[in-house]
């Protein structure tokens, strides 16, 4: 599986931005699928997951109610929706797919990363 991510920018504080992964070479229904992200000098963290049906998520406890994660399985997409950016949101941000567990070691492929940079 392939996957690659964009929608990174730069953004003022309170703004909005949609990251998008697409995946390629295989069919990503299969797979939970997963936003990370890792800021300068820290380790890589969950953000929010969506179970492979779709129907539940997970989000860490300081973007809930700002981010939203959602998948398209016809399209081969899962995006993430981040509203009320923060400076503490600035970070790398990897899509990632794997199954039941929300760890960076349990996720089977991973996208390069899309820069997100949320100024003051």
């Known amino acids: 599986v392939q996957l690659q991510a964009s929608g990174g920018g730069l953004v003022q504080a309170g703004g909005s931005l949609r990251l998008s992964c697409v995946a390629s070479?295989?069919?990503?229904?299969?797979?939970?699928m997963g936003w990370f992200r890792q800021a300068p000098g820290k380790e890589r963290e969950f953000v929010a997951g969506v179970r492979f049906s779709g129907r539940s998520t997970y989000n860490l406890d300081s973007v809930k109610g700002r981010f939203t994660i959602s998948r398209d399985n016809a399209k081969n997409s899962v995006y993430l929706q981040m509203n009320s950016l923060r400076p503490e949101d600035t970070a790398l941000y990897y899509c990632?797919?794997?199954?039941?567990?929300?760890?960076?070691?349990?996720?089977?492929?991973w996208g390069k990363g899309t820069l997100v940079t949320v100024s003051s």
């Open positions: 070479g295989h069919t990503l229904s299969l797979y939970d």
């Open positions: 990632a797919a794997g199954k039941e567990k929300w760890l960076p070691g349990s996720m089977s492929y």
